[in-house]
C-alpha cells in the first residue's frame, strides 16, 4: 500500500467511526450541553470536519460558501483561524440541523478523498503530517464523545436514562489481593516519545531528567479502598485537600465520584450501560485531581503501609510503564467495548498492571513545556503548547481511547477540578 492508499485508509476509518459512534443516538440526544465543558454531539461532528477544512482544504483552496457560514459556530479555540462561539452556548444553536451537519460533513469527506487522490508527490507529504494530525485529533473527540454522552444521559431523570450501550461486558474476577507498592531504581532517564514515531509537539523534546527511587501501587486504587476514605469522613474533613480542592467540595457539593448514588443503603454508578451496584474491585474512575490527592493524603495518615503515600509525577509514570513493559495489546481501551474500566489482572511480565487503558492517572505534574519544546507550526501553534497553565497531567489513556492513539510518552492535561474524564487514581512514594 503506498503513500496516497494509506492517506485514505486512514482518514476513512477515522471519520466513519465517529459516525458509527452516532449510531445508538436519538435526535434530541445530539444537541444537549449539560454543563459548559460538555459539547453537544452535534457540535463535535460539525467541528471535526471544521479541523480538516480549516487546515487542509482552506489553505489548499478547496473552501465552499458553507465552510465561511459555518466557521464561527464550529471553531474551537483558535484565535488565528478566527472569531468563535462561546463554547458554554453550543448547546444553545438550533442551526445547521443535525441533518446540515452530516450534510457539511460528507462535503468536506468528498474534497478531502479528492485532494488525496489527485495531490502531487509534494503536496501528499505535506498531507501526511495534516493528516495525521486530523486523525490524531477526531480520536481525542471520539474520546470525549463517549464521556461527554455519558454526561448527557445522566442528566435525564433517573427513571428516563438511556443505556448507550445495549449490554456491557463485567469482568468478574476473584477478589483481589491487597495493594501494594512496587519499587523503581532511580537515575538518569530518558523522557519523551523515545519510541520514535509521530506524536504530539508537547511529547518533545526528549530529553534526560533525574528520577530518585520511588515506588508506585502494582494496580489502580479501587472503588472499595475509595469507599474506605468516603467512609472516614473523606468529604467531610479538609485536612486530606488542598484549599483550592476543598472549595470545589464546598461549592459542588461533592460527597461520592461522579455517578455514584446511594440507593436503599447501596452505591450504584451510572455507567453507559444504565445503572449498577459499584463494583468493588473495579478502578475508581471519575474523581478529580483534589478526589486523587485527598485520598493519597488521607491513606498515608491511615495505613501505615502507606506512609507518605503521594500521586507520582508523570516521569515517574513514564519510566515505571517502560520498566513495566505496558502493553496496549492486553489494555482495556475503546476497541474492547465495555466503555468502563475493568478489574485488575496480573500481566504476564509486567510489574505493575493496569499502566495503560482502564482509567486516565491523575499525576502531581503540572502541565509545562519539556526542555527545547516547540510548537507545531503555523496556525497549528495553538494546539497543546497555549494551555500550559492551570492544568495538571493524566497519563495511561483509558477505557474510552481508541488503542492506537496512546503511546507511553502521552501527555493528556485537564484542569484539577474535572471529573466528567473517565480518570483514576494510582499511588507513588519516594
Same mark, same amino acid.
Given at each position: ?109 468528498d474534497r478531502m478523498e479528492r485532494l488525496i487522490t489527485t495531490a502531487g508527490e509534494e503536496t501528499l507529504e505535506e498531507l501526511d503530517f495534516l493528516i495525521t494530525v486530523g486523525k490524531n485529533h477526531e480520536q481525542q ?53 523515545? $519510541?520514535? #514515531? ?9 530529553? %534526560?531528567?533525574? /528520577?530518585?527511587?520511588?515506588? +508506585?501501587? =502494582?494496580r489502580l486504587i479501587t472503588n472499595g479502598e475509595f469507599l474506605d476514605f468516603m467512609g472516614d469522613g473523606g468529604y467531610s474533613n479538609p485536612i486530606f485537600w488542598l484549599s483550592d480542592g476543598w472549595f470545589e467540595v ?84 475503546? $476497541?474492547? #467495548? ?9 500481566? %504476564?511480565?509486567? /510489574?505493575?498492571?493496569?499502566? +495503560?487503558? =482502564? ?64 480518570s483514576g487514581i494510582r499511588l507513588a512514594k519516594d
Amino acid at each position: 500500500m503506498d503513500r496516497r492508499e494509506k492517506l485514505l485508509a486512514m482518514f476513512g476509518k477515522v471519520r466513519q467511526a465517529s459516525l458509527d459512534m452516532c449510531a445508538p443516538l436519538s435526535p434530541e440526544d445530539y444537541q444537549v450541553q449539560p454543563v459548559e465543558e460538555v459539547s453537544p454531539p452535534k457540535w463535535n461532528l460539525g467541528h471535526t470536519s471544521w479541523f480538516f477544512w480549516r487546515f487542509i482544504l482552506c489553505p489548499q483552496g478547496l473552501s465552499s460558501p458553507l465552510d465561511d457560514s459555518y466557521a464561527y459556530l464550529l471553531n474551537s479555540y483558535y484565535h488565528r483561524a478566527g472569531p468563535r462561539n462561546l463554547r458554554g452556548r453550543r448547546g444553545l444553536i438550533t442551526r445547521p440541523t443535525i441533518d446540515q451537519i452530516y450534510q457539511y460533513r460528507k462535503s468536506v469527506d468528498d474534497r478531502m478523498e479528492r485532494l488525496i487522490t489527485t495531490a502531487g508527490e509534494e503536496t501528499l507529504e505535506e498531507l501526511d503530517f495534516l493528516i495525521t494530525v486530523g486523525k490524531n485529533h477526531e480520536q481525542q473527540h471520539q474520546e470525549l464523545f463517549r464521556t461527554e454522552i455519558k454526561n448527557i444521559y445522566y442528566a435525564n431523570e433517573p427513571s428516563l436514562r438511556p443505556a448507550y450501550l445495549s449490554q456491557c461486558k463485567h469482568v468478574l474476577p476473584a477478589e483481589a489481593a491487597n495493594t501494594r507498592f512496587v519499587g523503581f531504581q532511580g537515575g538518569d532517564f530518558e523522557f519523551g516519545n523515545t $519510541e520514535g #514515531g509521530w506524536c504530539w509537539d508537547n511529547e518533545l523534546s526528549t530529553h %534526560k531528567a533525574f /528520577l530518585g527511587d520511588f515506588a +508506585l501501587t =502494582d494496580r489502580l486504587i479501587t472503588n472499595g479502598e475509595f469507599l474506605d476514605f468516603m467512609g472516614d469522613g473523606g468529604y467531610s474533613n479538609p485536612i486530606f485537600w488542598l484549599s483550592d480542592g476543598w472549595f470545589e467540595v464546598k461549592r459542588q457539593l461533592w460527597k461520592a465520584p461522579l455517578y455514584w448514588e446511594r440507593l436503599d443503603g447501596k452505591w450504584w454508578v451510572f455507567t453507559l450501560s444504565g445503572m449498577r451496584k459499584v463494583d468493588l474491585e473495579e478502578p475508581v474512575c471519575h474523581v478529580s485531581f483534589y478526589e486523587a490527592f485527598a485520598f493519597a493524603n488521607w491513606k498515608s495518615r491511615v495505613d501505615s503501609d502507606f506512609r507518605g503515600a503521594r500521586l507520582p509525577t508523570e516521569r515517574e509514570w513514564e519510566h515505571a510503564a517502560r520498566v513495566s513493559r505496558a502493553e496496549t495489546l492486553s489494555a482495556n481501551f475503546a $476497541e474492547e #467495548g465495555r466503555l468502563h474500566p475493568a478489574p485488575a489482572v496480573p500481566e %504476564k511480565g509486567a /510489574l505493575s498492571a493496569q499502566m +495503560l487503558g =482502564d482509567v486516565w492517572e491523575w499525576t502531581s505534574s503540572h502541565y509545562e513545556p519539556y526542555p527545547g519544546f516547540q510548537e507545531f507550526p503555523g496556525d497549528l501553534s495553538e494546539y497543546n503548547g497555549k494551555f500550559m497553565n492551570n492544568q495538571r497531567v493524566l497519563r495511561g489513556g483509558s477505557c474510552s481511547t481508541p488503542r492506537d492513539h496512546i503511546r507511553l510518552s502521552y501527555r493528556n492535561f485537564w484542569p484539577p477540578a474535572t471529573r466528567f474524564q473517565f480518570s483514576g487514581i494510582r499511588l507513588a512514594k519516594d
